[in-house]
Structure formats: structure tokens, C-alpha cells
């Protein structure tokens, strides 16, 4: 490929271009959608998965043949499901994992019950190596120094986990006297503490300097807010459905997808439409990952390297 899109330097054949287009004017649909998405550019890959990615060692080539069940241990929340038996009931042919409807991410409880196993994020608030040896023992195929320098490395790059820890440092404190509280990540992905009770808000701190938390009004919770944390949780509902349409529904759960945090796909994203022709202006996901899968001169390759990780998200 050595054609390049003048409006995203998305690299192409010649061929692909759209059709009508010149060689001197040319244009490209399936990147940009002829300049269209315009997305922030992806951040660098951190240094320890880059090597994984691109090593030539035995134990790296082992690192992505199981890349899928690393980036299972390491992601914050479940997936929940209904399994649909009818082909594998045959007996015949590959093994095939249907799904029957809907595909939920879940957010559980930041602090495991008692004499139940540490899992998802309840992991990320102790030792590194404690944690990676709890992870290993869910997942016997992966390699444990490799999962405790991941794990490092996450906990320098990815922004959630010191968010996750701010929420937990917040309802452990024993001088709050209110048990009707819970954190919550809204659509511009404000961390906040609410009060049940009288819906009152309120930034959190995201360092991890000690502040004191920011008063502020933010209205009724949006109904697409995701519950992170409750103090004081219903017993009928320890896990809270994150919705498909938040910008951190993929950062989440494909967390070596997206390490640094970055927001996934959410249902704010626009259209540019420049010529002022279209009825919709919703960029659709299709089109964000579309763009974000091709190589491109300004940018490393984030998804092609990760491919093993992103067919799950489309297979």
C-alpha cells in the first residue's frame, strides 16, 4: 500500500480509491469516509506490550496466541450472557460459541465478599505480583511475569485504576456518615460521588494527590451513567449493566485494546459532513473501528497489532 488518504494519511491500493476520483484529486470511502471521521489519533502502544506485540521470542509469540485470555484477566468488568446450544447440541463440525441476544458488560462489587476469590478489578488494588499470581491461577496458559510487568505497566498508563482506587479510597473512609452514596462515571467521563438520597454531586479527585472533593451540581444522573461502586449495594443487585453507548464500555473490558484509557466509541461522536449533505450526522461504530484498523503514516498500528483482541470484539 503506498497511496495515501489526503484527509487521514490512511494508507491504501490505488484501487480502493472511491470511484470518479482522480489520481490528482483522490479520495478514499472506507477510512474516513472521504474526510468525514475525524478522530483524535491513537496514542502510542506502552512500551512493555509494544515489545509482546512485536518480538520474535518463543515467549512472546506465545504472548499472542493467548492474547485473548491476557486481556480476560486484566480487564475491570465480566461479560454476561446468554449461550445459544443449538449448533454445538449437533455435535458436528468446528466448535462454534453462539451468543442468543444481548452481550452485557458488567461492573462488580470494588470489594470481594468474604472468602470469595479476588476478581476483575477488586485485583488492581493490591500487590502486583499477589495480583498477577490470583490472575494466573484463572488462566493456566499464561505466563506470570508477564502478567505482573503488564500489570505495572497498567497501573503507570491506564487512568482507570487510579480512579477505581480514588472510588474505594472514598467509600472505605469511615469519617463519611452517609451509607447512601455511589460512584459513578458519566458521559464526559467525570468521575463522581452521588448521593442517592438527594441526587446531590460531586467531582472526584483524579490524581492521586490528596484533594478535597469539588462541590458541584450535575443534575439528575443520566440514565447512561455507569454505577462503578455502592457503598451500601443492593443484595439482589451486586452488578451493574454498563451501557453499550458509554465512550469507557470497550476501555473497560478490552483493556489492551485500549491501554492508556482512551474513550471507545460512544453516542456523542459526529460526522463532519463538510459539504453539508448529509441527514445524519451519527458517526456509528462500524465506521470508528474501520478507521481505527487502517494502517496509517502519523500513527501506530493499534489495531492491527492487537488483532487477536479486536476479532472479539467483531467476531
Excluded at 502510542?44 to 484477566?73: C, G, H, M
Excluded at 455511589?182 to 454531586?201: A, G, H, I
Excluded at 498500528?301 to 492487537?306: A, G, Q
Amino acid at each position: 500500500m503506498t497511496v495515501v488518504c489526503p484527509s487521514c494519511n490512511a494508507l491504501h491500493w490505488i484501487n480502493e480509491r472511491v470511484n470518479g476520483s482522480s489520481i490528482g484529486s483522490i479520495r478514499f470511502e472506507n477510512c474516513c469516509k472521504k474526510g468525514d471521521v475525524e478522530l483524535p489519533a491513537l496514542e502510542q502502544v506502552p512500551d512493555y506490550l509494544k515489545y509482546l506485540l512485536e518480538s520474535t521470542d518463543t515467549l512472546y509469540r506465545q504472548f499472542r496466541t493467548w492474547i485473548r485470555e491476557y486481556n480476560s484477566a486484566l480487564t475491570f468488568t465480566s461479560v454476561k450472557y446468554n449461550s445459544d446450544e443449538r449448533i454445538a447440541a449437533q455435535g458436528q463440525g468446528v466448535s462454534c460459541f453462539q451468543i442468543y441476544g444481548e452481550l452485557y458488560h458488567l461492573q462488580g462489587l470494588l470489594t470481594a465478599a468474604a472468602n470469595d476469590t479476588l476478581t476483575f478489578t477488586q485485583l488492581y488494588f493490591y500487590d502486583e505480583l499477589y495480583a498477577a499470581q490470583l490472575r494466573q491461577q484463572g488462566h493456566l496458559n499464561l505466563d506470570l511475569a508477564v502478567l505482573q510487568r503488564l500489570t505495572n505497566e497498567l497501573n503507570t498508563v491506564n487512568p482507570f485504576i487510579s480512579f477505581y482506587k480514588t472510588s474505594k479510597e472514598r467509600l472505605d473512609d469511615p469519617s463519611s456518615e452517609n451509607n447512601d452514596v455511589r460512584v459513578l462515571l458519566n458521559l464526559q467521563l467525570q468521575w463522581v460521588m452521588e448521593s442517592v438520597s438527594d441526587k446531590r454531586r460531586h467531582n472526584l479527585p483524579t490524581s492521586n494527590e490528596v484533594a478535597a472533593i469539588i462541590s458541584d451540581e450535575y443534575g439528575e444522573a443520566g440514565f447512561r451513567d455507569i454505577v462503578l461502586a455502592h457503598r451500601n449495594p443492593d443484595a439482589n443487585r451486586l452488578f451493574s449493566v454498563i451501557d453499550p453507548y458509554h465512550a469507557a464500555y470497550m476501555p473497560l473490558h478490552h483493556v489492551l485494546l485500549f491501554p492508556r484509557g482512551e474513550r471507545g466509541w460512544h453516542w456523542g461522536l459526529r460526522l463532519r459532513d463538510e459539504l453539508k449533505r448529509r441527514m445524519n450526522l451519527r458517526l456509528q461504530q462500524r465506521e470508528f473501528y474501520r478507521y481505527g484498523i487502517h494502517t496509517r503514516t502519523t500513527e501506530p498500528m493499534r489495531f492491527v497489532l492487537l488483532a487477536t483482541t479486536f476479532s472479539t470484539v467483531f467476531g
